[in-house]
């Protein structure tokens, strides 16, 4: 079965500065991923989604790299905002409709 | 567009009883919903696929007598978590997949038994 798993269960960083937030999956079948942003005691947010046949995306001051050969995903924010903190969760379809989620990583911007 | 809500976002109540958690897609139709479950500072973990006009496919593990998903029309799913207890406490989390918009969630809804 699908396991998505992330590298860091917390990362800090300062205002301004970019963010990176990795995620390593299992299934080389997985054709779709996506990042997603969850606030306290809310629903996941869609960030930005990828598809296999890519290797780079990018969205507003958001940017998703895909590595199928290591399967690794990556997820890089710009100028890292405090209305960024959150935890981050990367998911992927393994060959279904089905969305696995990896554990997430707290991020926390400190001003 | 492509917004699913979820109703009501908090609820508690006592052992024994059973509370229903609707998931709504307001402007698309979802043949397909799905139903998470997320524990405190966990990730979020699959729990059924709920089919309009059929049965749900659960995940394995969870019980399908005691979590009931009822998909009777194109834009709503409900589950059901029946005789609940303590341990049952989650946050449940719905999502549908409109055509070419990914995965859409609901805001979750938050239980508590006592």
């Known amino acids: 079965g699908e396991s998505v798993g992330l590298h860091l269960p917390t990362l800090s960083v300062q205002e301004g500065d970019n963010s990176i937030i990795n995620c390593a999956y299992s299934?080389?079948?997985?054709?779709?991923f996506i990042w997603y942003k969850q606030e306290s005691g809310k629903g996941p947010q869609f960030i930005i989604d990828?598809?296999?046949?890519?290797d780079k995306r990018q969205g507003q001051r958001v940017t998703v790299l895909l590595n199928k050969t290591v399967k690794h995903l990556s997820l890089q924010i710009a100028a890292t905002q405090p209305g960024d903190s959150a935890v981050y969760f990367c998911?992927?379809?393994?060959?279904?409709?089905?969305?696995?989620f990896g554990t997430g990583t707290q991020l926390k911007v400190e001003l | 567009g492509a917004v699913v809500s979820q109703h009501p976002s908090w609820v508690i109540c006592k052992s024994g009883t059973s509370v229903k958690i609707e998931c709504r897609s307001l402007?698309?139709?979802?043949?397909?919903m799905f139903w998470y479950r997320q524990f405190p500072k966990q990730s979020l973990m699959l729990m059924a696929t709920?089919?309009?006009?059929?049965?749900?496919?659960?995940e394995q593990g969870v019980e399908k007598d005691k979590f009931l998903i009822n998909h009777a029309s194109l834009t709503l799913s409900t589950l059901t978590v029946t005789s609940a207890h303590p341990e049952d406490s989650s946050f449940y989390i719905c999502?549908?997949?409109?055509?070419?918009?990914?995965?859409?969630f609901g805001s979750g809804t938050r239980l508590t038994v006592v």
């Open positions: 998911a992927a379809t393994g060959g279904g409709n089905k969305l696995t």
């Open positions: 999502s549908a997949s409109p055509v070419d918009y990914g995965y859409t």
């Open positions: 402007d698309f139709q979802a043949t397909t």
């Open positions: 709920s089919n309009e006009g059929s049965k749900a496919t659960y």
């Open positions: 299934n080389s079948a997985s054709d779709y």
């Open positions: 990828i598809r296999s046949n890519m």
